[in-house]
């Protein structure tokens, strides 16, 4: 490519007829075979029409990469259609199986933190009471609930984080 900026037209047949090679490659593994010869050539015309904005200090490969899935990315865009499905009978219990287990961690993590943060954050974040119906509920003021809010809720996003990063 850096030859075939300084003017040399072998250098940048060569390069043409190599890269037509590597491009069909690159696109069979994406898209479907009838698509593959359209893409190579749309990107061999956008790699003519945009070569002067190649940096002959860097790769070539990674520019060239970089032009060829923003082709691809087009090419999506373009024949991309979205499909309407019938859910199965499964899906609801699917869902709900998703949901006990979730049910089952958030219960995990509020045993982690003390009782009475524990119960305001029930209140607060899992039947979605307001801070002054959970004030009037527990006894606390408003700003406390707040504050047992914040604090339960750091403490839980705490072990959360130190879970994943043993993973």
């Not at 069909?24 to 994406?30: E, G, L, S």
């Not at 607060?124 to 002054?132: A, C, D």
Request: aromatic share 8%.
């Amino acid at each position: 490519m850096r030859a075939a900026l300084k003017g040399d037209q072998k250098a940048y047949r060569l390069l043409l007829t190599n890269l037509r090679l590597w491009l069909a490659a690159y696109f069979t593994k994406r898209v479907h075979y009838n698509a593959v010869e359209d893409l190579v050539q749309d990107t061999l015309l956008t790699l003519h029409a945009k070569r002067q904005t190649f940096d002959p200090h860097y790769s070539f490969g990674p520019w060239i990469a970089a032009v060829a899935r923003h082709r691809w990315i087009d090419h999506l865009r373009a024949t991309l259609k979205y499909v309407e499905t019938q859910l199965d009978d499964n899906f609801l219990y699917q869902e709900t199986e998703r949901d006990a287990c979730a049910k089952h961690d958030v219960k995990a993590l509020l045993k982690l933190i003390p009782p009475p943060q524990a119960k305001v954050i029930e209140l607060v974040k899992l039947r979605e009471l307001s801070i002054e119906e959970v004030s009037k509920q527990t006894g606390h003021s408003p700003s406390s609930v707040k504050v047992m809010v914040h604090r339960g809720m750091k403490k839980m996003m705490a072990a959360v984080e130190e879970v994943q990063d043993d993973l």
